[in-house]
């Protein structure tokens, strides 16, 4: 701990910049998240101090999360935790002299599985939600028209709604970065007396009992998130649109959409000036000079 000398940093621990986070931002959107990293920390590295030993720690817990069978996405938002805590001690804290997150990889998952629904299908979807599930039913609905994680869904409250858009603060995304969201223009109904009265458990069971019903068993909720960058990229919007909507911290992350816009690109030829027909007809013209005899 700090020794009371000139010019030395007081160490924290991993634990203590988790508690103030949580105490100075809205952690809602990441609140599954934060407990399970909590709860490994505290069994497996209490005294884990902020810098290179939570580097380590983090590792060790990405390698127990692997052995027990967690998705990578799953151990990516464990990660996601730490790195958060990183980068609020360096950059808002002071409690760190150089930045740390960027040195605690997220592995891009492999073979990610990633399920689109048909605007009909969305629709159909939304028609199965059960009538004694109304307000499950306009959560589903914004989560497909916005591309809105869960969490973010359940943490807006009428301070967010502005213009029309969806204004979310750092506190409130898995990036810690703040976002808008444009909202359908009859959409309006949708974000009417917030937050939400509803909860995971009365989510899940209605969102349940709707792909039984249509079918579609394997859906996830998140799948509406990809159901969303899919309507992006058909409508013709471009990947740096869709990073911005869906709040990705780089291209890189947007990328795993990319097949999405083959078609968009294979239009763009067809947009160009004709050239090469001029300069095909200019070489073919050359070659019949070029077999004149003098």
Known sequence: MFNGQMGRREKHSFMEGLARWLEEYDTTSQANSIRQVAAWFAEHAPETLLGQPTLDAARRMQKDLRKAGKSQSTINNRTQVVKRVL????????????????????????????????????????????????????????????????????????????????????????????????????????????????????????????????GRDDLRFHDLRHTYASMLAEAGEVMTTVQALLGHSSLVVTSRYAHMFDSRLDQVANKLPRICDQTATKGRASEGLNQIKH
């Open 87 to 214: 980068s609020l001690a360096f950059k808002e804290w002071d409690w760190l002299d150089a930045p740390m997150d960027g040195k605690l990889r997220k592995p891009t998952p492999k073979n990610e599985r990633h399920v689109y629904l048909t605007a009909d299908q969305v629709k159909a979807l939304i028609l199965a939600v059960p009538d004694d599930y109304p307000e499950e039913r306009r959560v589903i609905t914004l989560a497909a028209l916005t591309g809105l994680r869960r969490g973010e869904l359940f943490s807006l409250d009428p301070s967010n709604i502005q213009s029309g858009r969806i204004v979310l603060r750092p506190g409130q995304t898995k990036s810690g970065k703040a976002r808008i969201v444009p909202l359908p223009t009859d959409g309006g109904y949708l974000v009417e007396n917030l937050p939400f009265q509803t909860d995971g458990h009365q989510l899940r069971k209605a969102f349940e009992v709707a792909r039984k019903a249509i």
